[in-house]
């Protein structure tokens, strides 16, 4: 299984705002098995999906060389519960951007109504106490976000359709595609 | 220009906001580590909850001065020396440094902040 808790992006503005959604399908064991008999999508991978939509945000921000992680959630509130058949819509916006870090905004909607608000601190590895082991291989991140249908999407600052990383790019002919992620 | 009750008031919310503590719990003389439950990555948290609330610019080694405490130029078997503890007072002239200079150990630096000193340190960027 793979790692991937987003479906698509539908909407990217870079160091400002992502979008994404998330069909919940009884297919997926977590939805199957997470309470037998009442089949609901855990909240915590709603987070995750969310963390996800607002990571890409933020390492985008920095061409995806800065190695960020999820440092700590602020706050979670859920209203509803996710079952199959409904779709999330993600969205993430930057509260704050800095060198060391970041603080996103993320709301969950079913429907046209508020499923979840989440507040997100994302913090970047320095080499000086984690050492310069990458997080993951750009050419599989690269390929991740492609099957994310990310750069359908993305546009910069300006608004002009944004590229792809060079930073990704040279990676590809050299990797292994999809080994180490999920 | 916020007075010293704005201050406090503002970095008590911050600390409530980062650390899940109640208002009470967040007292002048609290330890951020010991006392409020402060782990690392709530100090990331923290720094940018009072640039936010106060519109400051917060750099990183004026409130953690990890340079200080992992140069061998200042540290001898596991503690500050006097030229360290000069450097600390130099770079941290906001904190008080007296119960930390009677045993400068490097390990106990880190429970060294209170809110009283968080409160100095935003009061010496802001001029109240």
């Known amino acids: 299984m793979r790692w991937f808790w987003i479906d698509r992006f539908t909407y990217f503005k870079s160091r400002e705002r992502a979008e994404a959604i998330k069909n919940i399908s009884l297919t997926e064991e977590p939805v199957d098995e997470y309470l037998p008999r009442f089949p609901i999508f855990p909240n915590s991978l709603i987070i995750e999906g969310l963390a996800q939509t607002g990571g890409i945000l933020v390492a985008e921000a920095f061409d995806f060389r800065e190695r960020i992680v999820l440092a700590k959630i602020g706050s979670a509130k859920f209203f509803k519960p996710a079952r199959p058949g409904d779709q999330l819509a993600y969205t993430a916006r930057i509260d704050d951007l800095q060198n060391d870090g970041a603080v996103i905004s993320a709301q969950a909607h079913c429907n046209g109504e508020r499923q979840a608000d989440v507040q997100m601190l994302f913090a970047f590895l320095d080499e000086a106490r984690f050492g310069t082991e990458q997080l993951f291989n750009p050419a599989n991140l690269l390929t991740m976000l492609r099957l994310m249908r990310l750069w359908e999407v993305a546009q910069d600052a300006e608004g002009n359709p944004l590229t792809v990383s060079k930073n990704l790019l040279d990676d590809e002919g050299t990797s292994q595609p999809m080994a180490s992620i999920g | ?128």
């Open chain 2, 1 to 128: 220009m916020p007075t010293q009750d704005e201050v406090f008031e503002k970095v008590q919310a911050a600390l409530v906001d980062a650390l899940g503590v109640d208002d009470d719990e967040v007292t002048p003389e609290a330890t951020m580590v010991g006392d409020l439950g402060a782990e690392s990555i709530d100090f990331l948290d923290i720094v940018f909850k009072l640039e936010k609330a106060f519109d400051i610019q917060i750099p990183r080694e004026e409130l953690f001065p990890e340079d200080i405490l992992t140069n061998s130029e200042y540290v001898k078997d596991g503690k500050v020396t006097d030229e360290g503890l000069a450097e600390l007072k130099k770079r941290m002239s906001w904190a008080d440094l007296s119960k930390f200079e009677e045993n400068p150990r490097v390990q106990d630096f880190g429970d060294l902040l209170t809110v009283n000193d968080l409160c100095s340190y935003v009061n010496s960027k802001v001029g109240a």
